[in-house]
């Protein structure tokens, strides 16, 4: 049995009285773990299994099965206001749904303090500036789970590139290309300086910029196609898709 500091991030009934949760934990990584009588009226766990709760969870692992036990779950912060707006609980599933399918291989934990940071940034933004925070979040998960594009210089040959230079951006390549290796992503988008400072200054978690909404869309449209091509093994990422569509 461990005890683990742990956010829910996702959760269905199972038979008459136990729920199935999935939780980003500090010590097993992305876990799946039944709640045996979590849905009786006096159930131990009472609301402490809400969508986006952190706390410390209680969980017997089996090492040869993919479902845990969670023994028990002591809440310590709950997010209500994460259901306050469409806006806010859209990108809080999106975040969720990026841990929850590439979180698994996540041993360290890396993914909760950025996971609980992003929940609580967005949790605190009015509507129009949770996408940008949202963007944000994201590319540090993406970061924490070793895909962060390469920016500075070129992915292909690693020539450093101009910080004000206009570049195309490959996404199976893994970042931007310098003018001679272009045509090694052909059709590739076409990354303005700007967006790419904004990139840059996102991964490395400093604080962030406040987009127009043109530009979020074009970082949403560039976010889901490196998810997509990196990460997304040809399932839809179906959290991502509404939060994009809802973001417009
Ligand atoms: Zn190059």
């Known amino acids: 049995m461990i005890q ?9 009934d199972y038979r008459e009285t ?5 939780l980003a934990t500090r010590d097993a990584g992305v876990v799946s773990a039944i709640a045996r009588g979590a849905k009786r009226p006096k159930s131990r766990f009472g609301q402490g299994l809400d969508l986006f709760t952190g706390g410390v969870a209680h969980l017997l692992l089996h090492p040869s099965r993919d479902l845990h036990t969670l023994v028990g779950f002591d809440a310590t912060r709950a997010r209500p206001e994460l259901a306050g707006s469409l806006q806010r609980f859209a990108a809080a599933a999106a975040l969720a749904e990026l841990c929850i399918r590439f979180g698994s291989e996540d041993a360290q934990g890396e993914i909760l303090g950025v996971l609980e ?30 895909f962060a594009p390469t920016l500075e210089h070129c992915a292909s040959c690693h020539r450093p590139i101009g910080t004000d230079e206009q570049v195309p951006f490959g996404h199976r390549i893994g970042g931007a290309l310098c003018r ?12 303005p300086a700007e967006a790419r400072r904004t990139l840059q200054s996102w991964i490395s978690g400093e604080a962030d910029r406040n987009l127009d909404s043109a530009s979020a869309r074009a970082h949403q449209r560039l976010l889901r196609e490196f998810l997509e091509e990196h990460l997304a093994d040809g399932r839809a990422l179906r959290a991502w898709a509404s939060w994009e569509a809802g973001s417009r």
Request: aromatic residues 4%; contains cysteine.
């Open 4 to 12: 683990t500091e742990a956010i829910v991030l996702h959760g269905f």
């Open 18 to 22: 136990s729920r199935i949760v999935r």
């Open 117 to 146: 940071q992003g929940l609580d940034a967005i949790g605190t933004s009015a509507d129009p500036e949770v996408s940008t925070r949202t963007l944000a979040a994201a590319w540090q998960l993406v970061a924490e789970l070793g």
């Open 180 to 191: 001679t290796c272009a045509p090694l992503a052909p059709g590739a988008r076409s990354l």
